[in-house]
């Protein structure tokens, strides 16, 4: 059973402040990571995803692999109110079942 | 605009009725996959289907069957409600693994919330 582990938080940063996001993984033979971003009451949405070791921006957003270490980061700089919300990191093994964390609950506030 | 419909919003039905949850995308993809989301247990995936009339089970079908007709249409139904199936139903859909994509470049519905009493 793979498993994927986040800090439930809520992780409280201040507005421009960097928000690190970080998500650990048993399974070794796990190819695509992948970040999904669930405001309250909505359904998620993907932000961004990574596939090689080493860093991936898009915007004010990096996504960060290691997998000999087997964790994966989201950094979200220049944090601002509406980046609140509960991200899911989710990973995809070689059987192309998707599995995800539970997610990390972020409030960035004024 | 990509877009996944579910049939409903909200949805209260009675223990032991035949609950029939409609999931519709417009992206032509050939994956779609039914998932539930509880306080504390993250999303946990029911069933998915990578083509028509196939299907596949996930983490937790019991109670739980499904039906590919078409393309674009999954549905998820629940044979005999029980009160531990109420929950956040969500349905996803994402394209065919090409090696530059992934099953997991999923996009979801609004969701149906279920309420069974």
């Known amino acids: 059973q793979k498993e994927v582990e986040q800090n439930s938080g809520p992780l409280s940063v201040p507005e421009g402040a960097i928000a690190s996001l970080n998500c650990t993984y048993s399974d070794r033979g796990s190819q695509s990571f992948f970040w999904y971003r669930q405001y309250s009451g909505k359904s998620p949405e993907l932000i961004m995803f990574?596939?090689?070791?080493g860093d991936k921006e898009d915007g004010r957003f990096t996504a960060q692999l290691n997998k000999a270490s087997q964790y994966v980061s989201l950094l979200i700089r220049d944090s601002q109110p509406s980046d609140s919300a509960t991200y899911l990191c989710?990973?995809?093994?070689?059987?192309?079942?998707?599995?995800f964390g539970r997610g990390t609950s972020l409030i960035v506030h004024p | 605009d990509v877009k996944v419909t579910q049939s409903s919003r909200y949805l209260v039905k009675r223990t032991g009725e035949k609950v029939f949850l409609e999931c519709v995308q417009d992206?032509?993809?050939?994956?779609m996959f039914w998932y539930r989301q509880d306080p504390g247990l993250g999303l946990r995936l029911i069933y998915f289907?990578?083509?028509?009339?196939?299907?596949e089970k996930g983490d937790i079908p019991e109670g739980y069957s499904v039906s590919r007709e078409k393309k674009e249409r999954f549905s998820l139904i629940l044979e005999s409600a029980s009160t531990n199936q109420t929950s956040m139903y969500l349905c996803a859909s994402s394209p065919l693994w090409t090696g530059a994509s992934s099953q997991l470049e999923q996009y979801f519905g609004p969701g149906t919330r279920l309420t069974v009493t």
């Open positions: 289907s990578y083509d028509v009339k196939m299907k």
């Open positions: 990574i596939y090689s070791n």
């Open positions: 989710a990973l995809e093994g070689g059987s192309y079942i998707p599995t």
């Open positions: 992206m032509d993809h050939e994956n």
